[in-house]
């Protein structure tokens, strides 16, 4: 069955293969030849780069994957099991994904975000 992050691509000339770290390259068959496509990630991958608070809501900024899936947690602590997902799964369309997410009740002490790479398809 192969490799399931290999594609094929339109036609049977060409092949779509995915890195390990992330690039995409297209293989030609036709003239052998091996092309770069992109880097689907950036150094910023999983990383939140911004936090914005607006009224009621907040913006959670990080790095992406172009087509993953992802999710935004909270906890009031670092504990393992005190994580919950505070919005529905999104696919990022860019390097860089926003969430718009309800900002705390109350005054927590401290509350800690962090983003999760979700299959679309998978139970929540």
Same mark, same amino acid.
Request: contains cysteine.
């Given at each position: 069955?192969?490799? $399931?992050?290999?594609?094929?691509? *339109?036609? !049977?000339? *060409? @092949? @779509?293969?995915?890195?390990?770290?992330?690039? +995409?390259? =297209?293989?030609?068959?036709?003239?052998?030849?091996?092309?770069? &496509?992109?880097?689907?990630?950036? #150094?910023?991958? @999983?990383?939140?780069?911004? !936090?914005? =608070?607006?009224?009621?809501? +907040?913006?959670?900024?990080?790095?992406?994957?172009?087509?993953?899936?992802?999710? @935004?947690?909270?906890?009031?602590?670092? #504990? #393992?099991?005190?994580?919950?997902? &505070?919005?529905?799964?999104?696919?990022?369309?860019?390097?860089?994904?926003?969430?718009?997410?309800?900002?705390?009740?109350?005054? $927590?002490?401290?509350?800690?975000?962090? =983003? #999760?790479? =979700?299959?679309?398809? !998978?139970? &929540?």
């Amino acid at each position: 069955m192969g490799d $399931p992050r290999t594609r094929r691509h *339109h036609a !049977a000339h *060409h @092949l @779509l293969r995915r890195s390990r770290d992330g690039t +995409l390259y =297209v293989a030609d068959r036709g003239t052998n030849q091996i092309y770069r &496509i992109a880097d689907t990630q950036n #150094a910023d991958y @999983l990383r939140i780069t911004e !936090a914005a =608070v607006f009224g009621p809501s +907040l913006r959670i900024t990080f790095g992406a994957e172009i087509g993953k899936s992802y999710r @935004l947690q909270c906890s009031d602590s670092m #504990a #393992a099991g005190d994580w919950q997902y &505070i919005t529905d799964p999104e696919q990022a369309a860019d390097y860089q994904h926003a969430f718009f997410a309800p900002a705390p009740d109350g005054t $927590p002490a401290a509350r800690f975000y962090r =983003v #999760a790479e =979700v299959e679309v398809n !998978a139970p &929540i």
